[in-house]
């Protein structure tokens, strides 16, 4: 199963990155804005504010994607819709694809 994890060295990807990692049938990739000290050699670092979605891409498609964007992200609608968009195109276009949305409640407003 491939697996994309986004926001992989936030407080919430980071723990499910712990988890999937130990899993031997999936094939986890991650993305986040840096380095999520891990040896995942299939870890890309991109930051959605200052990068050109255009050029976020993928040899693979995904059964799973799992959205754990921090705050930030959330601030500008217009980047979020595109985000969304993008990353939809990512999934593999069956029945069984799935995308979960996570968050910590920071994202809420909370501190």
Do not use: P
Not at 20 to 29: A, H
Not at 39 to 52: P, Y
Request: glycine share 6%.
């Amino acid at each position: 199963m491939n697996l994309l994890l986004l926001g992989s060295s936030g407080k919430v990807g980071n723990q499910l990155f712990e988890e999937f990692s130990k899993e031997k049938f999936i094939n986890l990739y991650t993305l986040s804005r840096g380095n999520n000290n891990s040896n995942n050699t299939n870890h890309k670092i991109f930051d959605f504010l200052d990068n050109d979605l255009d050029e976020l891409n993928f040899n693979v498609k995904f059964d799973v994607i799992i959205n754990c964007l921090g705050v930030n992200i959330f601030k500008k609608d217009e980047l979020i819709f595109s985000l969304y968009k993008r990353c939809l195109n990512f999934l593999k276009s069956d029945k069984y694809s799935t995308w979960i949305e996570i968050s910590s409640i920071s994202v809420m407003g909370f501190k």
